[in-house]
């Protein structure tokens, strides 16, 4: 409490010299006014004193009044009183007239032909507004008044009764003015001289109480510089312009083991040691000379003998003429931070040796797990093909849902860490946001079939056709989350929606946000446990992850994909009712790629009829046939025969399905070709034959939209339109396959034969130049992991020319089972032309073979 007293002492002193000043100052004011007014009076007292009653009685207050000798001699008298006194500008005599009360000038001081002369006989006419001459008329007493305004200026005025009448009125009235500047002069100048005395009887004692008090402070900021400067560990010499020592610390005496005496006096290079370069020995002497400052690192020599490493800076210090009086030179004793930095070092080193261990490692681990998966679900899908049981097909099913989940978990870790190291990025391109749903719907479809849910999705009419997006990494994110959709739902639906808002920020950018949407009728969440669901490797509970399996990596991943897009995701869930996930991202509009401009399909005026059990994906049906120009009539299948239609789309249940196989249904009656049958995909390839009689196409579900529009375009009797995954096309092309594992050799060789392919196979990429060199091919199929040569080093051989000129430009499609972005970076810049990851579907393959045969179509 003292100290903050203390603290406010001087300014509350200072505040009350100021205030005592300023009464001071009024109280000089008041006095001087006080003298002035009585200085008027007294001044108009003497004029009254030095004139002659008789000869202003004699005067008539006319103009005759100029020629006579007695208003000369009063103006004589006038004139010569204000010449006495500089600060007097006029005086004057005024006479009352009896009758009109009016009051006029007799004489004044003013000599003849002055411009301000009042000449006898000339009206005061602001003399009904003056109160100081008012109050003489009607009282007779000394007056004062001002400052007032007048005809001839601001006056301060001092009024004395020169006569009265018979009556006993005031007749003749004495007046001398004084000028309103000069009035507020004095005035103030008074005021100021009072305040300026008090200020400087009391300021004087209080600027130098605070002069001495700044001066102790400054002794002892100085004196604890001083003793900081001495404690420090770091070492301060002050050099004179010799390069001698004046001043040395403790902290320059303990690095050097000298004393201070052994030190002052000593040139300061003495400490330099003997491995310090000469270049840097050079610029410190050339300091001296060219008085500048320099900063850097050298070694400095101990008493010992010993040496130890110093980061210094010499300054040169100038006086108020900018002359250089001498130096001041800081080193610093940089041993330990030398140890610390080679520490730092070496875990540098051996963080970044983890990290590339650990890179190894996933890399390995990626390629060893993929390499027999590739086999396992490669045959697994191959054996699906063929004629099965439904035991058998059952078994197979197991096998291959086994082999993509673990493909899926290999795939969430090498993410996990890409995430982890800051080394995911996005790859944007042109692509279709309902492409990457139609093919994350694909995925899951046929679990989604196996466990009987339906699922519908939708599409507004303003999403933009093409934009701007990592389509692989958008279709991961709805693959996690309609997967999970499938996953934790028993029965019901799901619906997926798109979206789209304008951000009006970004008109001209044409920047949109597309808003996605997951909702399941499954086993929902309690909110309470929504935070846990991003972790990575977090389950909600251990009985569900024992139930459904999986690492709990695919919603930490989205979150963070969704927000590398530039959005965020959410969720609401309601337990036992179902879950609704959502993400947003920002895309830019991209223009229509070429080769992507196609008219739509026209089916305007087409009467629809849409068969199915009321639910989501009749609604749905019904606003796209609607949407596309054509009227849609909802009903029940069996309401077909009794409406009229040009077109009908059946929803086929296993029911339904059951009934057309049997002909217990009446379908048999309608027209074949006018019925477009949704087909689930677990119906076998038995009931499918069965089916095919009875509509004019199948199309499995669920139905992408164009397909489907372009189905009910095509005329009828068009001819059939294939099955997604039920058929594939015939490439009649010769392709080397470069594989050294014997099982994925098969495999491949399975695959190009089911595609209609001849191949040859060669062991490692050395066989395989010898081989192009032999043939011709029209494709490589290029494995990347391979003894002898890899595959890396075979496609820069080929690309050299080392294969033959004719082979030097020959397409090459990669393999490898190591699922690493950089993977795919590294060996499309070998000179790859394709990339396909293990293990390889049949339908990756066959795309793939559309990509080359579109290529190899394409004008030069």
Known sequence: MRSRLSQYRIPLLTGGIVLAGLFAGRWGYVQERSHLLASLVHDAERVVAIIDNEDVAR????????????????????????????????????????????????????????????????????????????????????????????????????????SKDDQGAARDIVGVDLAASDWWWRLWTAGAKSAFYVWLLFGLPLAGYRIMRRQHEQNEVIRNLSEAIEQSQTAVMIIDLGGRIEYANRGFSEQTGLSRRELIGRL???????????EIATELDAVLYTRTNWSGEWVNRR????????????????????????????????????????ILREAKEQAEAGDRAKSQFLATMSHEVRTPLNGIVGFTNLLLETPLNAEQEEYMRAIRS??????????????????????????????????????????????????????????????????????????????????????????????????????????????????????????????????????????????????YSGAGLGLA???????????????????????????????????????????????????????????????????????????????LPEELATLSWDTALVNLTDALVSDIVSESGNFADLPRDKMIALVPLRVSPSARAALRPRFRLLVNKP??????????????????????FSTTSSFDLRVLLVEDNPVNQLLMQKVLGH?????????NGEIALEELRRADYHLVLMDLHMPVMDGHTAIAKIRAGEAGESMRSVWITALTADARVEQKERVLEAGANDYLLKPVRLKDMEAMLRRFMANRSAPA
Request: one cysteine or more; proline letters at 6%.
């Open 59 to 162: 005067l008539t207050g006319t103009e005759d009044d100029t020629q006579s000798p007695v208003y000369a001699a009063v103006k004589s008298r006038l004139m010569r009183y204000r010449a006495t006194d500089k600060a007097i500008r006029f005086v004057y005599i005024f006479r009352v007239m009896p009758v009109t009360r009016e009051v006029i000038f007799l004489a004044d001081s003013e000599p003849p032909g002055s411009p301000e002369i009042s000449l006898p006989g000339d009206a005061y006419p602001e003399a009904a507004g003056s109160p100081g001459l008012q109050s003489i008329i009607d009282g007779g007493v000394l007056a004062t008044e001002g400052p007032i305004e007048d005809a001839f200026g601001t006056w301060v005025t001092g009024y004395s009764l020169l």
């Open 268 to 278: 300061w290079r003495d400490f330099l040691h003997d491995t310090v370069p000469r």
């Open 303 to 342: 008493k010992d003998g010993g040496d130890y490493p110093v980061r210094g800076r010499v300054t040169a210090v100038r006086d108020r003429h900018n002359h250089v009086t001498c130096f001041v030179a800081i080193y610093e004793d940089v041993t330990e931070v030398r140890r610390n930095e080679t």
């Open 402 to 547: 086994s082999g993509e989940a673990l493909i899926q978990l290999t795939n969430d870790i090498l993410d996990s860490s890409r995430i982890e190291s800051g080394k995911l990025n996005l790859e944007l391109h042109v692509c279709n946001p309902v492409d990457c749903i139609e093919d994350a719907l694909d995925m899951v479809a046929p679990r989604a079939s196996e466990k009987q849910i339906e699922i519908v999705y939708s599409v507004d009419e303003n999403v933009p056709k093409f934009v701007m997006a990592d389509p692989g990494r958008l279709r991961q994110v709805l693959l996690n989350l309609i997967g999970n959709a499938v996953k934790f739902t028993e029965q019901g639906e799901i619906n997926v929606t798109l979206t789209a808002r304008a951000l009006p920020a970004d008109q001209a950018a044409k920047k949109w946000e597309l808003q996605f949407a997951v909702n399941d009728t499954g086993i929902g969440i309690d909110e309470a446990k929504f935070p846990k669901l991003f972790r990575p490797f977090s389950q909600l509970e251990e009985t569900i992850a024992r139930r």
């Open 557 to 635: 991943i989205s979150r963070n994909l969704v927000e590398l897009m530039g959005g965020s995701i959410g969720l609401t869930s309601k337990v036992g009712v179902g879950s609704t996930f959502t993400f947003g991202i920002v895309v830019e509009e991209a223009p229509v790629p070429e080769g992507n401009i196609v008219p739509p399909h026209n089916i305007a005026g087409m009467r629809v009829a849409i068969a199915s059990q009321p639910g989501a994906l009749r609604n749905e049906l019904c606003k796209l046939v609607q949407r596309w120009g054509a009227t849609a009539t909802a009903c």
């Open 703 to 724: 139905a992408h939209h164009e397909a489907l529009r372009s189905a009910l375009a095509t005329p009828s009797g068009g001819g059939a339109t294939p099955l997604p």
């Open 755 to 763: 595609l209609g392919c001849q191949w040859t196979v060669a062991e």
